[in-house]
């Protein structure tokens, strides 16, 4: 019996130099901002299909947990995100939490798998049908 294919990465990339996303994070809330990108960043490594759903109030409590911060906190710094476009807009309007970069930044973990990673559109169609 053949092993399911695995959905998920064990690292991403961490880049030293920022770019305006983390800027303007960091400046806005502070280290919460900077400690919440990077624990989101790891939070959908470890998720399947690398998304996250906030539909439901355990996830967003899991979520704060995991961050250390205030679930209305959360909500206003993925708020910031998705304007910022490092998460994907359309998609937090539905409590979907997506980023594209992220996906792009792991593609080279599925080339080796074989496999192709799961991009907005893949998505979209395992969650709406």
């Excluded at 074989?114 to 991009?119: A, D, F, I, K, L």
């Amino acid at each position: 019996m053949a092993r399911p294919t695995k959905e998920t990465v064990d690292y991403f990339p961490h880049y030293c130099i920022s770019g305006k996303t983390l800027f303007i994070i960091e400046n806005q809330f502070g280290n919460d901002g900077y400690c919440f990108w990077f624990k989101l960043l790891e939070l959908l490594g470890r998720s399947p299909k690398h998304f996250y759903d906030c539909n439901n109030p355990s996830a967003v409590e899991f979520m704060s947990a995991l961050t250390r911060l205030m679930p209305t906190l959360c909500i206003q710094i993925l708020d910031k995100l998705a304007l910022l476009q490092a998460i994907d807009s359309e998609l937090w309007e539905k409590r979907i939490i997506f980023s594209e970069n992220f996906v792009s930044g792991i593609e080279d973990a599925y080339n080796r798998r074989n496999v192709n990673v799961v991009h907005k559109r893949d998505l979209c169609m395992h969650l709406f049908g």
